[in-house]
């Protein structure tokens, strides 16, 4: 399924968080979109879910496979969300609601959209853990009981586990210490690769970026600035704020060992 | 869960303790012969000498604490300094009263203020989610007494579809005409408290539509509204349980004027009464049970919260 | 934080302009109210019974003649009275009672913590009407009681402030550049609770003004010779029947003032808070957030907090 955002502007009392933004993400193929913190990347993927603060007044045109999802109720959204694009925001530790069991909320894209039953969403549900590696104990447990780690897992199995065709992931690995971080991006790419669906990866981080995606964005104040392959932005940036991550990330690999 | 329960009920033993010390500390105040205070001008030097030594006030005050003390632990709370009768069975029945109309308040202040905070908060940004809002700012300024009255003069007066005040002679074995006469009070206590869990309901649902997990729910496959309902309503019950316990004591301090006010012959009602004749020894009995009561229901809410909230109960893994 | 802007930013806000302005109007009448009435507020004149508002009377007369607009403005001269002793009562006393449960050595800092828990669980009316059964029912009964009654939740209130500032950065770079026990209490510590102290005081008047509304109606209160709003409301009572919306100016003006000092209360909160002031409103959930309420109930039980 393809990913269409044409002059996307969101507004938030007067201030224009996302500003005249474009892109386009091809069926199957994985696209970033990069930026410091207050780019407006994360306005991006509420606004194509349609999970902007209610104060929000959007204009411009989100197109999933020609349709149009601007000016669409929350009611009318809701049958899309979950199945057919998913999404994997930030922190793992306030998108898991503390007082529900980790199976019960996995399976919840399940018992949302199709006829069910609770065994079966528990059994799928436990497939999908497995899937990302966690045991099948982790199904009983609360998410406080869990590490970073293994609950931005959990997270992703959530989105996975209704085959959708299109997956945001907003900053997934930025609240994971480095070595979690690896692994996760790992599980990301052979997930979205074995399924065939389409990946837009939200970071602020290039280097992560290198390891996921092949195209990307980069914004800066609402706007794209520069996009491109990424290879290409690594090795020959040119707009300021690109070359400015850019040494960020040089910076970083310099100091490893 | 067990150290917790061994600790909660400590804490609820000291505060019985600290209770009746400060009871009987504040009563043994009088100015003055306390005797001689109680039976005022027209007691005799012999009904003065009789009143101190029922009272016990020629031993030393720790042994008289000792001896109420003793009294409370075998539920045994004395005579009445005016009539003779046994306090605790006096207050057993006016219990019989004040515990239905403590619990049909709680009942009418839940309904009111929880579904009311939540919706508030989801319409948070709308006129109507504002005038809400401010009119339970306004209700929790009410006094208890006035808003009794307005019920009273609306209701009562000028509608005629509840007694204005007392209670039938037969009490509960008139189960229709002793509902009947709750209402108006339970709602005077019940508006007020619910305006209060409304503001509290409100913000702990704010607070919860700030978290990702309700966000996450929605892109999960439904609408906010639903994910709010689904998970934001557990998270903020969880939160309304834990001010439960405080909102007794609003219960408590409404019983006392609203029984006054509606001539229910409660507990409340009793004890304005008592002290006002000074009978002490009934009124240290009445203001035991208060505390008492209330002191025990924060331990069970206590409890209760410990019990629903995952993130506190051990659990074996 | 300048004193000119806070108050400027207090102002600001519709609710805190017109709290302050209510708050001043009440003010002002008591302190008139020692002088001068329209008419005398405890003259009776049986054949002046319940006559209706009018350009002599401006909320009619009661049962007994009295005029109801004079007795109103005399009452809130008690009113004041009882709101501002029974809120500086609370203040000395729950800041007293945090300086012991903060200051002082590890047992007396523990013991006081327990007891502090133990005595916020005690309603204000039932330690009137212990008082008042000891020494009988009065306007000092209704300050003792509410003082001490909401005392103690200050006392919970600024244990905790203390000891969450105390954790800030601020502080510890403070003493790592030098700075005695006493400068940082004065510079940091201090400047930094104080709206908090500000907002409990204006809750502990709001609560008094309820409690001696329903004491006073109880007859524990205002004696008869003193003008109580409390008192009108329980003189109104026995004629509910026959005159049932007289009621209304005693009950008005109660809830005015009390709505007025909670208002007061979230607005200095509010601007209080730099995280608010610049454009919109944030959502704040702080510790001092949940205190609006006059009953105090927001501020968490201890097992919670």
């Not at chain 2, 609306?154 to 037969?170: E, K, N, S």
Request: aromatic share 4%; proline share 5%.
């Amino acid at each position: 399924m393809t990913l269409d955002v044409d002059d996307l502007t969101v507004t938030i009392g007067g201030r224009r968080v996302v500003d005249g933004l474009s892109l386009h993400l091809a069926d199957g193929a994985r696209l970033g979109l990069i930026g410091e913190s207050g780019s407006g990347k994360s306005m991006t993927t509420l606004a194509v879910l349609g999970l902007l603060p209610p104060q929000a007044v959007v204009t411009g045109s989100i197109r999933l496979d020609g349709r149009e999802l601007v000016g669409l109720s929350d009611r009318q959204l809701a049958p899309l969300r979950g199945a057919t694009i998913a999404a994997v925001f930030q922190d793992p530790r306030s998108a898991l609601d503390p007082v529900m069991t980790i199976g019960r909320q996995v399976a919840e894209p399940l018992r949302l959209h199709g006829r069910v039953s609770r065994s079966e969403a528990r059994r799928r549900a436990v497939e999908a853990l497995a899937e990302v590696g966690l045991d099948e104990s982790v199904a009983g447990s609360w998410p406080h009981q869990l590490s970073g780690g293994q609950r931005q897992r959990a997270v992703i199995a959530t989105a996975l586990i209704a085959r959708p065709a299109v997956l945001l992931a907003d900053e997934p690995t930025t609240a994971l210490d480095v070595t979690t971080q690896a692994e996760v991006l790992e599980l990301f790419r052979r997930l979205v690769d074995e399924r065939g669906a389409s990946l837009l990866f939200v970071t602020h981080d290039l280097a992560v970026l290198a390891q996921v995606a092949e195209e990307a964005s980069v914004l800066s104040r609402g706007r794209v600035v520069e996009s491109g392959p990424v290879a290409r932005l690594l090795g020959s940036p040119v707009h300021p704020v690109t070359r400015g991550l850019v040494e960020a990330t040089r910076a970083t690999t310099w100091r490893a060992p | 869960m067990t150290r917790f329960l061994l600790g909660r009920t400590a804490l609820f033993a000291l505060g019985l303790v600290v209770a009746s010390v400060l009871i009987f500390a504040t009563l043994r105040l009088l100015p003055g012969d306390v005797a001689q205070a109680i039976a005022g001008t027209t007691g005799s030097p012999a009904q003065v000498a009789a009143l101190r030594e029922q009272l016990g006030l020629d031993r030393p005050v720790a042994a008289q604490y000792l001896d109420w003390a003793g009294g409370l632990l075998r539920l045994d709370l004395g005579e009445s300094l005016v009539t003779g009768t046994p306090v605790a069975g006096e207050i057993a029945e006016k219990l019989g009263v004040t515990l239905p109309l403590a619990g049909l308040s709680l009942v009418f202040g839940l309904l009111i203020g929880v579904p009311a905070g939540v919706w508030a908060a989801a319409r948070q940004r709308r006129p109507s989610g504002l005038v809400v809002g401010v009119g339970a700012q306004v209700l929790a300024a009410v006094p208890a007494v006035w808003l009794g009255m307005l019920l009273i003069a609306l209701f009562a007066v000028t509608l005629g579809w509840l007694p204005t005040q007392g209670w039938p002679l037969d009490g509960w074995q008139e189960p229709g005409r002793a509902l009947r006469s709750l209402v108006l009070p339970a709602l005077t206590i019940g508006v007020i408290e619910g305006a209060v869990l409304l503001r509290f309901t409100r913000s702990a649902t704010l607070s919860a539509l700030d978290q990702d997990y309700v966000r996450a729910a929605a892109a999960k496959g439904t609408t906010l509204d639903r994910a709010l309902l689904s998970h934001g309503l557990p998270n903020v019950a969880l939160s309304v349980v834990s001010v439960l316990g405080l909102q007794v004591v609003g219960l408590v301090v409404g019983a006392v004027v609203v029984e006054q006010l509606f001539t229910l012959p409660g507990l409340g009602r009793m004890l304005v009464t008592d002290v006002g004749r000074r009978d002490l020894t009934k009124v240290q009995g009445e203001l035991m049970a208060l505390t008492a009561i209330v002191l025990f229901v924060g331990l069970l809410v206590d409890v209760l919260h410990r019990r629903l909230d995952p993130r506190l109960r051990e659990v074996e893994r | 934080m300048r004193r000119g802007s806070f108050v400027r930013a207090l102002l600001r806000r519709p609710q805190g302009a017109a709290a302050v302005a209510w708050l001043a109007l009440v003010a002002l009448a008591a302190a008139v109210s020692r002088v001068w009435t329209p008419a005398d507020p405890f003259r009776t004149d049986p054949y002046s019974a319940w006559l209706p508002p009018s350009g002599s009377h401006l909320f009619g007369t009661d049962a007994v003649g009295r005029d109801i607009a004079s007795y109103v403005m005399a009452a809130s001269g008690t009113t004041v009275l009882v709101a501002v002793c029974s809120g500086a009562l609370a203040l000395v006393v729950g800041l007293g009672l945090a300086a012991l449960g903060s200051l002082t050595a590890r047992a007396v800092r523990e013991s006081v913590a327990v007891l502090i828990d133990v005595l916020v669980a005690f309603p204000t009316i039932l330690v009137a009407m212990a008082l008042a059964a000891a020494f009988g029912g009065s306007l000092g009964v209704v300050v003792v009681a509410s003082g001490l009654g909401y005392g103690v939740t200050i006392a919970r209130v600024s244990r905790s402030e203390i000891r969450r500032v105390a954790r800030e950065d601020y502080v510890t770079a403070a003493r790592a550049s030098g700075a005695g026990t006493a400068q940082v209490l004065l510079r940091h510590v201090l400047p930094n609770i104080a709206p908090v102290f500000v907002v409990q005081l204006s809750l502990a008047m709001a609560t008094s003004i309820l409690a001696e509304a329903g004491l006073s109606f109880l007859g524990y209160g205002a004696s008869a010779e003193t003008a109580s709003w409390g008192r009108l409301l329980a003189d109104l009572q026995k004629f509910l029947g026959v005159h049932p919306w007289t009621i209304v100016w005693p009950g008005l003006a109660i809830t005015l003032t009390v709505l007025a000092l909670n208002l007061l209360g979230d607005a200095v909160r509010d601007a209080a808070d730099p995280r608010l002031r610049p454009s919109g409103r944030v959502s704040a959930t702080g510790p001092a957030a949940a205190a609006g309420p006059v009953a105090a109930v927001d501020s968490a039980p201890g097992v919670t907090s």
